[in-house]
């Protein structure tokens, strides 16, 4: 069975940082592209970084320069370090297993910003 599971998330002030973790199971990780999408209330689902089995990297323009993906395909997880955090950065945040924002997701860890 797959299974994506989010985790990290939380409430910061603007400027502050988080690291959010997903880890997965049921499936080949290491080859798999992954993603991070994010959605505000009321938002469309914005996918903001991904990154392939070999080490490609995407990040959208919102984030580049803030936020960093890896993974660790010995333990099967994927991290997004979020540096410099501004209030428009809250959302849910969900790994994908795709590259791109369509694709298999877990259930998402909130982030909020404060200013």
């Known amino acids: 069975q797959v299974q994506l599971v989010e985790s990290g998330g939380g409430v910061v002030h603007s400027g502050e940082s988080l690291t959010l973790s997903c880890a997965v199971s049921g499936f080949p990780f290491s080859n798999q592209a992954m993603s991070w999408v994010r959605q505000a209330p009321g938002e469309e689902l914005d996918w903001i970084s991904g990154?392939?089995?070999?080490?490609?990297?995407f990040y959208d323009a919102s984030v580049k320069g803030r936020f960093t993906i890896s993974r660790d395909n010995a333990n099967e997880k994927l991290y997004l370090q979020m540096n410099n955090l501004k209030p428009k950065d809250s959302a849910v945040y969900y790994c994908?297993?795709?590259?791109?924002?369509?694709?298999?997701r877990g259930q998402g860890t909130q982030v909020t910003v404060s200013s």
């Open positions: 994908v297993k795709a590259w791109g924002p369509f694709g298999l």
């Open positions: 990154i392939t089995g070999n080490g490609r990297i």
